[in-house]
């Protein structure tokens, strides 16, 4: 899971490069975040997106959920497979 925090809108991702993208509207009233995983749980680390709240934007895009749902119905776990990359923006960028 890549973490990406930019001061503005970041450029589209080509959709060809994953499964499945969403955007959303996401408010800070600390200007932190915390990301878990279903996983592995909460990240170590709390990303930073601002001395104090806000409002903000997220995309996030995954690829390998089919792949790792197809190797955990068998005998595998299907953990490392999947990948998201998960992008804040300020809202007014």
Known sequence: MDVE????AP?????????EQAEADFESTSGQVAVWSMHTGRMDDVITLADAGGSWRVRVSCVGRAEAAALSEGEGTGVGVERYLIE????DA
């Open 11 to 19: 450029p589209p991702q080509d959709p060809g490069d994953w499964d």
């Open 5 to 8: 925090v930019w001061d503005g």
């Open 88 to 91: 804040f923006w300020p809202a």
